[in-house]
């Protein structure tokens, strides 16, 4: 299924599906009133990771060698250099547009399709925009948080922003004499990006699992590495990069400061 046609799900079930926020979300400023819905896809989620897409990456984890997955990564970071490079332009970051088009060009060149990081080694700082930050960028309010079905944690704003980035994305509109050949890129790029993915975080996600509320540390995590990604002190679009900086809870299970409330 296409990635704007997840998010028009999601959007559409969070609408007719409503919960009511929970009171102490309320009085922290927390906006999820879809809370009970939000759940259940999370639940939805876990399930699926549990059944198929966690032991898939696993096993690429065990049998593909370091080397070879830094490649894949590679490959698919160098795809996603013209949606970066049209989100930079955007937020009228002249700075971040040109790194970032010298190491598409350098890497899709030299960097043999973007297998290896030769922009990086020669010190061309590697930037990471979508359109999510843009609107966040040009004044755009987050919306309430969601979380969209097999894609995660997200808000409206996030979610426009996904199926933007897909617009941007040059391979929307690349079109082979064989039709079926179209298909076929974006549903290997996708099944392999989930596998890098996945692989790249078991261990955070591990620790995610291993929290009192796994869903409330993820929310706030996502929340605030999101606003800090517009403000550009974080540029990492992975919403679970640092999940291992998690609330912290007292011996009644209320929720103390979290260490993620200071890593703005």
Not at 106 to 131: C, K, P
Not at 204 to 215: A, D, N
């Amino acid at each position: 299924m296409k990635t704007a046609a997840l998010a028009s799900l999601a959007l559409l079930t969070v609408t007719a599906c409503a919960s009511t926020q929970s009171a102490s979300d309320a009085s922290s400023g927390v906006n999820d009133p879809f809370e009970g819905v939000n759940r259940n896809i999370y639940a939805f989620n876990e399930a699926v990771d549990k059944a198929a897409i966690e032991p898939v990456a696993r096993g690429y984890r065990a049998v593909v060698p370091e080397p070879g997955r830094e490649g894949v990564h590679n490959v698919l970071t160098n795809l996603r250099q013209p949606i970066v490079f049209t989100n930079s332009v955007l937020q009228g970051n002249a700075n971040a547009s040109g790194e970032t088009l010298s190491r598409f060009l350098i890497n899709s060149t030299i960097g043999v399709a973007g297998i290896f990081d030769v922009a990086s080694t020669l010190g061309i700082e590697e930037h990471d925009e979508d359109f999510g930050q843009t609107l966040g960028v040009w004044g755009a309010e987050p919306g309430p948080f969601i979380v969209l079905p097999l894609l995660g944690p997200s808000n409206v704003r996030d979610t426009i922003g996904i199926a933007t980035d897909r617009v941007f994305d040059p391979l929307t509109w690349t079109e082979f004499e064989d039709a079926d050949l179209d298909d076929d890129i974006a549903v290997t790029r996708t099944v392999i990006g989930v596998i890098d993915t996945r692989a790249r975080l078991i261990e955070v996600i591990e620790t995610l699992r291993s929290q009192p509320e796994p869903y409330v540390a993820l929310r706030r995590n996502y929340m605030a590495q999101r606003e800090a990604a517009i403000r550009n002190g974080q540029t990492e679009a992975d919403p679970y990069k640092d999940l291992p900086d998690f609330d912290v809870y007292d011996g009644d299970g209320a929720q103390g400061t979290g260490v993620e409330d200071e890593q703005d």
